[in-house]
Structures are given as structure tokens and as C-alpha cells.
């Protein structure tokens, strides 16, 4: 069970969850035991106006809670949902438990989360024009999650995993730029979220015609295999041509997400507001799961770390607007 406090309210022995992200909150984990003064001054110094604490595991409560009901697993150990994928390639239950207000968010996002890579798996096993159109539908779920259950989006924020496979990093960026899109589009009806989500969450699809042995190199790409790699957006975008009902601004995402401000980027070296607004948008979810994904030949950054080296040291790739807008969802 949990439960919102102020700051102020704070006591030794209450296990706290703080927003993942940005905040340089000096703890190794964003879950932390106040097992201290020095601890218990430190968060309330971050004068947060709601803190999540964890009545399971705080000591403090011990007496307020029945000893037979084990603890809440944490975010990471939520398993997918089970299903028949020769019957559909998303689960019918997913629906089910996106609309379950009685559901806790942190759960809620754990499931949606977990399930939304393993269905990510199997479209990129099988990008077949059904499978496509099915995954699109169902994006339309998790854009009315996010836009009705602001609790259960930022737990979504957080959960992004940082092991890198394609799959996980398809749907890191699809979340993430989702998030930026709600807030920097909000109030105009000019902009389909739930189309401008589908390109994001399929923006890596062209990947499945790239050679597997280039995708999971534990190192340096030599030139040959770095063009073939930037093939990738061009790839995505035709594999797209053959579902004609994804409108022409999912292929555009598809296509541009490699795109730099500066005209840097592939695989058309567009620059500026050539970019399509959404592509742009897009881009800045795509270097920041990278940068904190681990990978065969690097470590992962924290999310601190990601944003301070494109602030100080990319920042002419990237919308500066927009990238500053990014910013703010780890605050």
C-alpha cells in the first residue's frame, strides 16, 4: 500500500519513493529506507509536494499493516502478461488492465510496461501489415493511459529499461517522447496523439532488415556496416508504404528520427525546421535512451549524466526549445 506526504510530514523509518530522473538527489537509488537524520533532512530539503512512501516497507508502519500480505514487488519485477500470440498479437487483458482504475499505478505501469516489450518482440519478429495494424490499435490504449493517469505515466517514465535491445528501445523512446509530446502540444487540436504515438513506439522498425550481426556488434562499426546501419530509417518508412492506413506523419517520424538540427544527421541531412516537428521531437527520446542504455561496448549513463552531455555537448542537435521541454519531465 501506498501513500502521498509532504515534506514536512516525513519521519525516520518510512521507505520513499522519489520522482525518477532528473533530480541529483546524491542516493544511488530513487528508492530509499529514512533510516537517518542526515537522510530524512536531505529529502525534505527537496521540498517535493508529494512523496510516494511505501507503507509495506517502512518500518515505521509495521503495526498498521497485516503480516500475511507480502510487499509489493518493485517496478522491475512486474512480469508481462500471458497470452496466445497466434491468437493476436496483443493481449485482449491489456485493454482490460489499462481501463482498471482499482489498479495501483506503479503496478499498473509495471504490467503495461513489461507487456508492451514483449508484444514490441514479436511485431519486430513479424513486421507483417496485420501485425502492424494491430500494434497501431493498441497504441491508442496507451495514449489514453497516459493522457487520463498522469500517476501512472511518470511511473512509465521511470521503468524504461536500460539493457538495449531494439525492442526495449523502441518502446523507452515511445513512452518518452509520448510524454514530451502531451506537454509541448498541449491545448492544440492540431496534432493526433495517438498517430504521432505509433510513429514513436515504431521508429526503429526498418531495424529488421538490418543485418543482426551489425545490430548487436560489441563494438566499433566499420564504414560499410555504419551505411548499411543508417539504411534503417528508409527501410522503416517503406516497410510502412505497405500499410496504407498509418497516416504519412508515422512514416515521417520513422524516417526523420536520425535527422539532426544542424543538419548533421541521415539519411537526408535535413536541417532545422526542414525536420518535421515530430521528428524532432522523436530524435531527443532516441539519443537519451541511448545514452542511458547499456550496450556490448559501453556503460549506461544516469539520466543526470545523458542530459547534462546533450545539454553541454549535442545541444546543437537537438530543438533547443523542445530539448528543454525534455528536461522538465525528470524534474
Known amino acids: 500500500m501506498f501513500k502521498k506526504v509532504k515534506a514536512a510530514e516525513l519521519q525516520l523509518g518510512m521507505f520513499v519513493i522519489l520522482p525518477p530522473g532528473f533530480i541529483d538527489h546524491k542516493f544511488q537509488k530513487h528508492q530509499i529506507l529514512i533510516d537517518s537524520e542526515e537522510k530524512l533532512e536531505k529529502v525534505k530539503a527537496f521540498d517535493l509536494q508529494d512523496i510516494t512512501v511505501d507503507m509495506a516497507k517502512s518500518p515505521v508502519f509495521a503495526s498498521e499493516r497485516t503480516q500475511d500480505v507480502p510487499p509489493p514487488a518493485d517496478m522491475k519485477d512486474y512480469v508481462p502478461l500471458d497470452w496466445d500470440a497466434s491468437k493476436g498479437l496483443v493481449p485482449e487483458q491489456l485493454k482490460e488492465v489499462i481501463a482498471d482504475k482499482k489498479i495501483e499505478p506503479m503496478k499498473k505501469a509495471g504490467i503495461v510496461y513489461s507487456t508492451s516489450l514483449k508484444v514490441m518482440e514479436k511485431l519486430l519478429d513479424n513486421p507483417t501489415v496485420d501485425n502492424i495494424r494491430q500494434y497501431r490499435s493498441s497504441v491508442e490504449d496507451m495514449v489514453g493511459l497516459v493522457l487520463k493517469e498522469p500517476s501512472t505515466a511518470s511511473f512509465l517514465a521511470g521503468l524504461t529499461s536500460h539493457d538495449y535491445y531494439t525492442y526495449t528501445h523502441s518502446v523507452n523512446v515511445g513512452v518518452l517522447a509520448l510524454l514530451l509530446a502531451k506537454d509541448l502540444l498541449k491545448g492544440s487540436d492540431a496534432h493526433d496523439l495517438n498517430e504521432l504515438a505509433a510513429g514513436f513506439f515504431l521508429h526503429d522498425l526498418g531495424k529488421t532488415r538490418i543485418d543482426l550481426n551489425i545490430i548487436t556488434k560489441p563494438g566499433r562499426l ?24 498509418l497516416s504519412e506523419e508515422i512514416r515521417i517520424i520513422v524516417q526523420q528520427h536520425h535527422e539532426r538540427y544542424d543538419g548533421s544527421g541521415y539519411p537526408n541531412g535535413l536541417k532545422n525546421e526542414d525536420i518535421h516537428l515530430y521528428g524532432r521531437l522523436c530524435a531527443i527520446a532516441d539519443v537519451f535512451d541511448a545514452l542511458t542504455s547499456k550496450r556490448p561496448y559501453k556503460s549506461s549513463m544516469s539520466p543526470f549524466q545523458a542530459l547534462s552531455l546533450m545539454k553541454n555537448e549535442m545541444i546543437q542537435h537537438f530543438d533547443r526549445g523542445m530539448f528543454e521541454k525534455f528536461v522538465l519531465l525528470f524534474a
Open 222 to 245: 566499420t564504414p560499410g556496416e555504419r551505411a548499411n546501419m543508417m539504411r534503417h530509417p528508409n527501410y522503416g518508412y517503406e516497410i510502412l508504404k505497405y500499410s496504407p492506413d
